[in-house]
């Protein structure tokens, strides 16, 4: 979702903004006349265009157009849209309905099975070496023996470590949609070996059986690998 430009178009004070972007103005009767901001309209005398107090927007007799808030200030500083609709919300005193809040996005996660149906594990485990012994005891809660040790038994804490421990967001993001890719690749490799042999089977029984099993559980493993690429796409 955008930005609010719409009410920040409405609420502008089209006065403001003219004073705001230095202007010339000349006033007659109850209006104040300025040159044209449409670019496609070289307008010297400024007779044309004009606006009134409380306006939110300017309009001009030749071009028979109204130009708002942000459509001036884009054609008179020479920037884009975003940037004039961020110019006119700190002219407007930033209000806070301007920026979408929807943009807390929830943080994007695997579950177990999604984990492992992509070949990523979700947990390790790291182990920190705490002391070395002859005898094996009992361990406290969170230790165990690293096994690798033959000589002598190695007391370790043990830590889960995720990969966002040592990704960034964004790497984590990547690793996952690569891991997306290949399982993909590979179960539609299945597939299409799976559809190929049905195809040559002459035999209705297994063709029927077992290989379709085979082939709904690829579509059914695709499925849930679009629903992963789906999400990541939305985080
Ligand atoms: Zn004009």
Partial sequence: ????????????DIAMVVNSLQ??????????????????????????CYYKDGWNNVY??????SFQAIDLIMYTLGCDYGEAADYLWELEGCPSWY???????????????EAKLIGMHPVGKAYLPERMADQKRKLPGGREYYQKEL?????????????????????????VRNK?????QRLE???SYFQSLEGALEDRDVREGTL???????????????GITKRLKAA
């Fill in 189 to 191: 490799e299945s597939l």
């Fill in 212 to 226: 379709s099993l085979f082939r709904a559980s690829c579509e059914e493993q695709l499925k849930a690998v679009e």
């Fill in 1 to 12: 979702m955008p930005n609010n430009y719409q009410r920040l178009k409405e609420e502008a």
């Fill in 151 to 175: 000589d002598s038994y190695l007391e370790c804490r043990v830590e889960r470590v995720r990969w966002q421990d040592f990704l960034t967001e964004a790497q984590y993001l990547a690793v």
């Fill in 60 to 65: 001009c007799c030749a071009c028979g157009k």
């Fill in 23 to 48: 202007i010339p103005a000349t006033r007659r009767g109850s209006a104040w006349f300025i040159p044209c901001p449409n670019p496609g309209h070289s307008d010297e005398h400024a007779t044309n």
């Fill in 99 to 113: 920026h979408n809040r929807k943009q807390k996005k929830e943080r994007f996660t695997l579950t177990r099975e």
């Fill in 180 to 184: 997306c890719r290949e399982t993909r």
